[in-house]
């Protein structure tokens, strides 16, 4: 019983590092060919939107927005795609099959 505990702190341990690890990695999702790009964190935080002069029209906002709602979504994809990779072995060996288990219960912040 007591390896067990041991090895369940220990993929515990390695969890909360590939999740500081996640917080301070970024990735850059485009749109527009590259006229908008948002910068998010593996932990889905926005840290940065870049607009290129040539996408901005004053007489069309709409399009903007929406180049800068598919760049943040290309981001976040990419984040998310980054966390699967970093936290799917662990939360595998947790007793998760073909997806992310709820892990919640863990008491890791930020795994709901």
């Known amino acids: 019983m007591q390896a067990i505990l041991q090895q369940a702190q220990q993929m515990q341990q390695q969890l909360v590092a590939a999740q500081e690890e996640l ?8 749109s527009g060919g ?3 790009k948002a910068t998010v964190t593996g932990g889905m935080e926005l840290k940065s939107l870049q607009i290129d002069p040539k996408a901005v029209d004053p007489e069309d906002t709409e399009t ?6 598919a760049a943040v979504r ?3 994809s990419s984040a998310q795609k980054l966390t699967e990779e970093k936290l799917g072995p662990v939360a595998g060996a947790l ?3 073909g997806g992310m288990p709820d892990l919640g219960g863990l008491g890791l912040p930020g795994l709901k």
Do not use: S
């Open 64 to 69: 903007l927005a929406d180049l800068v709602v």
């Open 95 to 97: 007793g998760g099959g």
């Open 74 to 76: 290309d981001a976040m």
């Open 23 to 30: 917080a301070r990695t970024e990735v850059t999702g485009t």
């Open 34 to 36: 590259g006229l908008v």
